[in-house]
């Protein structure tokens, strides 16, 4: 069990690991540090280290098991389900690697980077890019999310349909255990076939089993034709056969195939600086279609083109807008990847991260649409996301009018209709931002007794002292 309270004496050596300059201790520097992105989860914390080197972690780690003290790994404090955040009315340390930034080396030969797990996952982008190769893995929250968090988390983003998410994307961890012990898995193999893969183990832990200080990340070329459109549609069901269609057209060089209803590019436009939407006429849903290829921009362009000529002739499409540019394609992104923020100024927003089999997304679609709507007649659904693998941000705008904190108060309620339908059909209650303190005891429910205990082992094993982010993921508690 870990301590109530710190005796300072015990805050006293934790701060000489690091320093005062890398200290934080006053109520206005830790203000940032205790609250989520979405305001669900306020913690508490006595102080916030910054340590600035693996020896220095491990140094944390080591008098952390000594004193019994928590300890929450922190990086961009970007997640979505209270992973990061220290609990509340507890004296968990907060361990931030915003110091431990740097691109430790870019082997373009090997198509490997190694970078620290504070490394700012827009960095990792640019250093790939400026030896010619890329590092597939994008979100919304780039410029300030970090490598060790998107691996805690497994980050998935809107490219997992060419490249996967970042399981597929590292080959090796350096990783500093509850304990302090270091362990350097910064293999940079992609065939190592030597007994248990510790590194799946950490990547998607959320930190429950050890700090991510360094990864081997993948990269890939640099791909020469790039095209990106924006096509409206009738249905979710025919957003499916556009897939299927584009999937049998262009392999691999598919890379993006993103859903979105009219709800939302409505309030996108209407919030987002920047944001416009591209067509004249308005549709019930759209789609933005990515393609890259290897070989040439003409045959990129060949690609989309047929794409959306025998959408239009199958009756499946009926507009479409090709973006001209480079900035025009990153303004079609932008209007994706701000569909979440244009939703806050519309009142509350009830959230789903969740994923089904592809060839069930419609069927799930309307199900959700008719349950939520009978149980909350006025609310405003706002389903988008990766109709290419199946990953759907099911979120709900409170009704027009309607008190934001009663509607919020439905959480629960909402999440218990959406996630029984994404079960039955066969799906997971969490596709990409992970289990942290908010889906911790609706996954013990819902995953076999055996799947659980076997977690509580893992947990055990590595952290025996419970020290290590507690209460996030999974309880030692039955």
């Avoid at 897939?243 to 392999?251: H, T």
């Avoid at 890379?255 to 067509?279: C, K, Q």
């Avoid at 890259?292 to 003409?298: K, L, P, Q, V």
Wanted: charged share 20%.
């Amino acid at each position: 069990m870990t301590n109530p309270s710190i005796p300072p004496e015990h805050l006293d050596r934790f701060v000489a690991i690091v320093g005062d300059k890398y200290a934080l201790r006053s109520e206005a520097d830790l203000a940032p540090h205790l609250i989520e992105n979405r305001g669900l989860y306020h913690g508490s914390s006595p102080l916030l280290l910054k340590p600035g080197s693996v020896a220095e972690v491990s140094a944390i780690m080591k008098l952390a098991t000594e004193t019994g003290t928590a300890i929450v790994p922190q990086t961009g404090n970007t997640g979505l389900v209270g992973g990061q955040t220290p609990r509340e009315g507890k004296s968990d340390i907060i361990l931030s690697l915003e110091r431990m930034n740097r691109i430790r080396d870019v082997d373009p030969v090997a198509n490997v980077l190694v970078a620290d797990g504070g490394a700012i996952l827009a960095e990792v982008q640019k250093a790939a890019e400026a030896h010619g190769r890329l590092f597939p893995l994008s979100l919304g929250s780039e410029g300030s999310c970090r490598i060790g968090g998107n691996l805690s988390t497994n980050a998935g983003g809107t490219a997992v349909l060419a490249y996967g998410n970042m399981r597929q994307l590292c080959l090796g961890l350096e990783v500093v255990l509850p304990t302090g012990e270091i362990w350097d898995g910064l293999r940079r193999l992609k065939k190592d076939n030597t007994g248990y893969d510790l590194r799946d183990l950490f990547i998607g832990a959320e930190g429950t089993l050890g700090i991510i200080t360094g990864a081997v990340l993948k990269l890939f070329p640099q791909p020469l034709g790039h095209q990106v459109a924006f096509a409206g549609l009738n249905s979710v069901e025919d957003a499916l056969a556009l897939f299927n269609l584009a999937s049998s057209l262009c392999g691999a060089s598919l890379t993006g195939f993103e859903l979105m209803p009219r709800f939302g590019v409505e309030i996108t436009a209407r919030h987002i600086d920047g944001v416009r939407d591209p067509l004249e006429a308005a549709y019930p849903w759209y789609v933005l279609i990515d393609i890259s290829t290897s070989d040439s921009a003409e045959t990129a362009e060949r690609m989309m083109n047929g794409v959306l000529e025998q959408g239009f002739e199958a009756g499946l499409v009926l507009d479409a807008a090709i973006a001209s540019s480079v900035a025009q394609q990153k303004a079609l992104w932008h209007m994706r990847e701000s569909m979440s923020d244009a939703q806050k100024p519309e009142g509350g927003s009830i959230k789903h991260d969740v994923s089904v089999p592809v060839s069930r997304v419609p069927h799930f679609m309307a199900e959700a649409e008719e349950a939520v709507m009978a149980a909350m007649p006025g609310a405003r659904i706002c389903a988008f996301g990766h109709m290419g693998d199946g990953n759907i941000h099911y979120n709900i705008s409170q009704p027009l009018g309607a008190d934001k904190d009663a509607f919020i108060a439905r959480w629960h309620e909402m999440n218990h209709i959406v996630h029984g339908l994404v079960l039955a059909h066969g799906g997971s209650i969490s596709a990409e931002h992970g289990i942290g303190q908010l889906k911790r005891d609706e996954l013990a429910a819902i995953r076999p007794t055996i799947e659980i205990e076997l977690m509580r082992r893992i947990k055990r094993a590595f952290d025996p002292a419970n020290i290590m982010n507690p209460e996030k993921v999974v309880s030692l508690d039955p």
